[in-house]
């Protein structure tokens, strides 16, 4: 079902990892803003006695991730915005600490981002002022996140695959034509639920959309049984091509995989407001201020910044009035008048 275009994409070349891969690159991740604590504190603490415990990260990287949709909402974004919010963001925070970076700046930060590369594109303006940020401070993140990310853009979604998948199988026993429209639905609301954990890390677009649309058909029958007929169904129309058996079966695992992961996302509470508020604190005493938006240390730097590149604005402007060629003005000539 993943077309070629998606198999040389940077999302699938730069942000799909083994579950190893991805626990090594997060917990190298805090141990590296742990160590530029120290460093930056003259402070002696083991990672174990660090008053901001990765249970604590944890909580927050949830919390945030997941208010990305109520920004969203605010603003009625489509799916793919969200989609796409939710990916900078997480993407982002694999190789960065909230002890370095605001989760609240570069979550809202992601959502104006993805409004744009989606093409909706609410000016900055107006994002700013309807979300009560500072227009300096978002355009600020917005730097940081594009390096953060290594300009890599383009993200992939369940969405697409899932409307594929549903036309494919209408009229077939598992979906009706009258429960279309109920599957569809459900499906996305799936798909939208499996954005928050790490299936799309661990997975292509596609795969996610199968074990949505398994979840949405399966209701209370076995969901085992439903994904292999599915894959069954789109297999005899050559909507997946699978080279053996061994295949189809690998195919099923990683499907029955994701559906776990997005039912235990389901199963879950929101994070408490008292834990949120506890883990704040606990962030607030380590965090880096000069890249806290909410401290003075910021706002200052972020002043000395916009000076600099006044001045190197200035300079460049007089540069080029220096280089400007003058140019030849020849007299005007007399005409006479008969």
């Known amino acids: 079902m993943d077309t070629g275009c998606f198999g040389q994409s940077t999302h699938a ?8 891969q991805l626990d090594e ?30 249970s604590q990260e944890s909580l927050l990287y949830n919390y945030y991730s997941q208010k990305i949709a109520e920004v969203c909402e605010h603003f009625r974004f489509p799916h793919k915005v969200f989609g796409t ?23 809202i930060t992601s959502v104006y981002l993805a409004n744009k590369v989606e093409e909706i594109r609410v000016p900055i303006r107006e994002f700013a002022r309807k979300l009560s940020v500072d227009e300096g401070v978002l355009s600020h993140t ?41 599957i569809m639905e459900s499906a996305t609301s799936l798909a939208r639920t499996a954005l928050f954990t790490d299936a799309p890390f661990l997975y292509p677009p ?13 209701g209370d029958s076995d969901l085992s049984t439903i994904s292999a007929r599915l894959i069954e169904i789109l297999s005899a129309q050559k909507f997946i091509t699978q080279a053996d058996e061994s295949k189809i079966e690998t ?3 990683r499907v029955l995989a994701i559906a776990s992961e997005v039912k235990e996302q389901r199963a879950g509470t929101p994070p408490a407001g008292k834990a949120v508020r506890l883990a704040e604190r606990a962030l607030a005493r380590v965090v880096d201020r000069a890249n806290d938006p909410q401290t003075d240390e910021f706002r200052a730097k972020l002043q000395q910044e916009s000076e600099k590149a006044a001045a190197r604005h200035a300079v460049k402007r ?3 009035a220096e280089e400007e060629p003058e140019l030849a003005l020849s007299p005007r ?6």
């Open 318 to 320: 007089q540069q080029s």
């Open 251 to 253: 195919l099923l695992q």
């Open 85 to 107: 919010a939710v990916a900078y963001f997480k993407r982002f925070f694999i190789h960065h600490s909230p002890i370095d970076f605001s989760y609240r700046s570069v979550m």
């Open 333 to 338: 000539k007399k005409v006479r008048v008969s």
């Open 206 to 218: 596609s795969q996610i959309a199968l074990a949505c649309i398994s979840l949405a058909l399966a």
């Open 25 to 54: 690159l997060r917990q190298a991740t805090r141990r590296s803003a742990i160590e530029r604590y120290r460093e930056r504190t003259n402070t002696v603490t083991s990672d174990t006695d660090f008053t901001f415990t990765p």
């Open 13 to 20: 070349r730069h942000w799909l990892f083994t579950a190893t």
């Open 142 to 182: 917005e730097s940081v996140l594009l390096h953060g990310l290594s300009f890599h853009l383009r993200v992939y979604h369940p969405f697409l695959p899932i409307l594929g998948v549903v036309e494919r199988i209408k009229g077939t026993e598992l979906a009706p034509a009258e429960n279309i429209q109920k």
